[in-house]
Each structure stands twice: as C-alpha cells, then as structure tokens.
C-alpha cells in the first residue's frame, strides 16, 4: 500500500491515538490533531499566520501553496526566493522567542532534529502557540509529514498531489535499481565538508541522505550507527576504496570539498578519484528533509545510474 493511503487511512481509523490525525467538533471543523510525535496540536480554525522553524519545512509551506501564510521562519531558510525578507527567529544560536512571540503567529511547525533537547519546542508550548513537529528519518516520514501538515494549515488536495509525485518518481528509481545485481552496486561515499586540515565529515548508512543512497542504488561507503554526519579518518576512506564521491555544496555556504579530494595525495589511489567519479551536488537537495527531497534521490541515482550503465 502506498505511504499516502496508508497514512489516510491511519487518520480514518486512529485519529486520536496515532501521528497526524484529528478530531472534529460538533460543527465538523477540525479542533484537535496529532504530530507525528504523539503531540496534541489544538486549532480553532485553520492557521493564518505561520512560522518555520527549518528551511525544509519552509520548502514544504511553500510547495503547499501556503507560502502567503508564514509570517516569520529560521535563519537558513534560503528557498524559494519569495523567502527573502521574512523575519527569523531560529538559528544556530537558538530560539529567539521574543521575536517569535511578537509575529504573533497561531502555528508553529519545527523538526526535532534541530532541537533535540527540545528547550525551543517547550518554550513555544509554555506561552501558549501551537506547535506542530515532525521527526523525520527517511523518505517515508518526510511524505508523512507532508500529508499531516498539508490536513493542519488546510492544503490536504496540494499535499496529496504532491506526495503523489514524490512517490512516482521515487517509483521509477526503485524499478530501475531492482533490475540491478547486488554486486553491480558501487559503494558511495557522501562528504558534507572537506578542507584537507582535518578528517572529512561525511554521511554514513543510518542519516537522510545516506538513506538515499541506498534507494538510488548505490552502498554506503562508511557504515554508522550514530545516525549523524561523522568525522572518518582519511585511512578509513581509503580501505572502504569508494567507486563515487558525492561532495555536498551550497550556495548559502561553498565547500571545497571537491578541490580538495581532487588535489589531495591522500585520496589519489582511491577508485572514485582515478576514474573521475567525484561531483559536487547541490546540498539543500539531499540534506534538507522537504519536498525537494525526490530531486536528491534522482540527482544521486543519475550519477550512480552514470556509473553502471556508462
């Protein structure tokens, strides 16, 4: 069964106990929902004013055709461009709730995964706004949670036919992949930042984006339980000998990742560098939990599909 109607079903039959259902009063208006954390989310009509507490989520407002609706979001939040000039009110540094509570918003939408201490989801909750949050960990949460933030601020058909896509094309990456043998499979190392100065970041089996790698046909270079982007020494890269090398660049914050493994006497006996497999990607599209997931996916499998098929 596909994730969507699965998740419309879980709303039809457990709406009160399971993620992203709701409750409706006498009048059939919605009054009460559920995160796909088990948080109790109560509205007395749909919002109007907004806030994003993750670029992700702000991509997902906006590709909901809410974009008109937020009123406030977080400091990376750098996409679409009608983004610009929205005050911010999350950053690294954390919540500035003060500014938070002057946009006076009537929704608050965050990602427990930059919150993990969840000092800024209590705070919100202490004064009173609604928060809606969402815990994803691969493709299947991410189109989860478009489904119950699409049923909150009132977009439940653009949800729908978004999700719809992302399942598609996903659809058609899996198909390919499953007509490929295991041992045709390359191993894909993913390096979210490299300067030479110190070991590499990268992204091993258990994050988001190494999930996606998974999907798109290739295996991890660097296996990991932690979940997170590790540090790997150099000499560990070389003895997983990767036959891809994806560097991950944004434009809010250039790498040089690429240069440097390009130029590095360390990296130069590696298969992915003597054959010329080493890219750049744009990052916000493999690293960001949003609807613009799908296009990491096909980004990725397009050069892992380049390497089998070339």
Same mark, same amino acid.
């Given at each position: 069964m596909k994730v969507r109607n699965l998740c419309i079903a879980v709303f039809i039959l457990l709406p009160a106990v399971l993620a992203s259902g709701c409750l409706y009063d006498e009048e059939g208006r919605s009054i009460k929902y559920y995160d796909p954390l088990g948080g109790e989310v109560v509205l007395d009509e749909a919002p109007r004013r907004i806030v994003t507490l993750s670029p992700a989520l702000t991509e997902t407002v906006f590709a909901l055709d809410a974009g008109d609706l937020l009123v406030a979001t977080d400091e990376a939040s750098n996409y679409p461009s009608e983004v610009e000039g929205l005050p911010d009110v999350f950053s690294y540094l954390g919540l500035n709730l003060e500014a938070l509570i002057s946009e006076d918003p009537d929704l608050v939408i965050m990602d427990k995964?930059?919150?993990?201490?969840?000092?800024?989801?209590?705070?919100?909750? *202490?004064? &009173? #706004?609604? $928060?809606?949050?969402?815990?994803? !960990?691969?493709?299947?949460?991410?189109?989860?949670?478009? =489904?119950?933030?699409?049923?909150?601020?009132?977009?439940?058909?653009?949800?729908?036919?978004?999700?719809?896509?992302?399942?598609?094309?996903?659809?058609?990456?899996?198909?390919?992949?499953?007509?490929?043998?295991?041992?045709?499979?390359?191993?894909?190392?993913?390096?979210?930042?490299?300067?030479?100065?110190?070991?590499?970041?990268?992204?091993?089996?258990?994050?988001?984006?190494?999930?996606?790698?998974?999907?798109?046909?290739?295996?991890?270079?660097?296996?990991? *339980?932690? &979940? #997170?982007? $590790?540090?790997?020494?150099?000499? !560990?890269?070389?003895?997983?000998?990767?036959?891809?090398? =994806?560097?991950?660049?944004?434009?809010?914050?250039?790498?040089?990742?690429?240069?440097?493994?390009?130029?590095?006497?360390?990296?130069?006996d590696i298969e992915a560098v003597l054959s010329g497999s080493v890219y750049d990607i744009d990052g916000d599209i493999v690293d960001r939990t949003g609807p613009r997931l799908i296009q990491g996916l096909e980004e990725v499998h397009s050069r892992i599909y380049g390497y089998i098929e070339g």
């Open positions: 995964t930059l919150d993990i201490s969840e000092e800024a989801y209590h705070s919100i909750k *202490d004064v &009173g #706004i609604p $928060v809606y949050r969402i815990y994803p !960990t691969g493709i299947e949460d991410v189109l989860e949670a478009l =489904i119950g933030i699409g049923k909150i601020i009132d977009r439940e058909d653009e949800a729908d036919e978004l999700v719809q896509d992302i399942e598609d094309r996903s659809a058609a990456v899996r198909t390919t992949v499953s007509g490929w043998n295991e041992n045709e499979r390359p191993k894909v190392l993913l390096v979210s930042y490299y300067d030479g100065t110190s070991d590499p970041w990268v992204s091993t089996d258990t994050t988001m984006a190494g999930g996606l790698i998974e999907t798109a046909g290739g295996i991890n270079a660097v296996s990991d *339980d932690k &979940g #997170i982007v $590790v540090q790997v020494p150099v000499e !560990t890269i070389v003895g997983a000998d990767p036959d891809i090398i =994806i560097c991950t660049q944004s434009t809010s914050w250039p790498t040089p990742s690429r240069e440097v493994i390009l130029s590095d006497g360390g990296w130069e």
